[in-house]
């Protein structure tokens, strides 16, 4: 199985900061990458997929990059309604994996 | 718009059953590959299962494979996940989410339904 690791964990932000987030893959999955955002009580939505192709409808401060086993989201200017729970997720090979999440919340 | 609504979520005890439904609407169902996935409170996510648009090619996870089913019925519009011998360790809030590559198999899910809670004790 593949094993997808986050970091951080956690991030403390303020409104308009830049916070970049890490996936590693253990082995790799080309461009079979995507990102997903999860508020409390919610379900996760999809906002990147192909590492790096942005979701219809999400807004274009949200980025991906990387290949191969080494990934990154990028929020340029963090909103108010971006802190949430972030997972990455690899779709290379079953079983499908995610990351352990990182959580964005307010500094 | 397209939509996922779980049901059959509830309180069963350890080895015991239940079956959950995913009701869709919005889109072909008959046309897009679907998953379980679910997360245990407070904690991750967990990919469980996908079926393809036929039901003939499965995929299940280690911890489940041999207690749950996955099984569509494309003329009800519906995806199941039948869940025998649960474990305390199967409480979960359960998703259902389809593959967005209609036609195909992209691996992500979009969208994904509200969930439904199930509770092993």
């Known amino acids: 199985d593949i094993q997808m690791t986050q970091s951080p964990s956690s991030v403390s932000a303020s409104v308009g900061d830049r916070v970049t987030i890490t996936c590693r893959a253990s082995q790799g999955i080309d461009n079979y990458l995507a990102w997903y955002q999860q508020k409390p009580g919610k379900a996760p939505k999809l906002l990147i997929y192909g590492a790096s192709s942005l979701q219809s409808g999400v807004p274009s401060r949200f980025s991906g990059r990387g290949s191969g086993t080494n990934f990154t989201l990028t929020i340029s200017s963090l909103q108010p309604e971006d802190f949430a729970t972030y997972f990455c997720q690899q779709a290379n090979s079953f079983p499908l994996t995610f990351g352990g999440g990182t959580k964005v919340d307010i500094k | 718009d397209v939509q996922l609504v779980e049901s059959g979520g509830g309180l069963v005890q350890p080895g015991g059953s239940l079956r959950l439904s995913c009701a869709a609407s919005?889109?072909?169902?008959?046309?897009?590959?679907m998953n379980w996935v679910r997360q245990a409170p407070g904690k991750g996510l967990e990919w469980l299962s996908y079926i393809a648009i036929t039901g003939t090619t499965i995929f299940y996870t280690d911890s489940v494979k041999g207690r749950f089913t996955i099984s569509r019925d494309n003329a009800k519009n519906s995806l199941y996940l039948q869940m025998n011998n649960l474990r305390d360790e199967d409480t979960a809030v359960y998703y259902c989410?389809?593959?967005?590559?209609?036609?195909?198999?992209?691996?992500?899910?979009?969208?994904w339904g509200q969930g439904t809670l199930v509770t092993v004790s």
């Open positions: 989410a389809r593959d967005p590559d209609c036609g195909g198999n992209s691996g992500w899910f979009d969208p």
């Open positions: 919005g889109f072909t169902f008959s046309d897009c590959g």
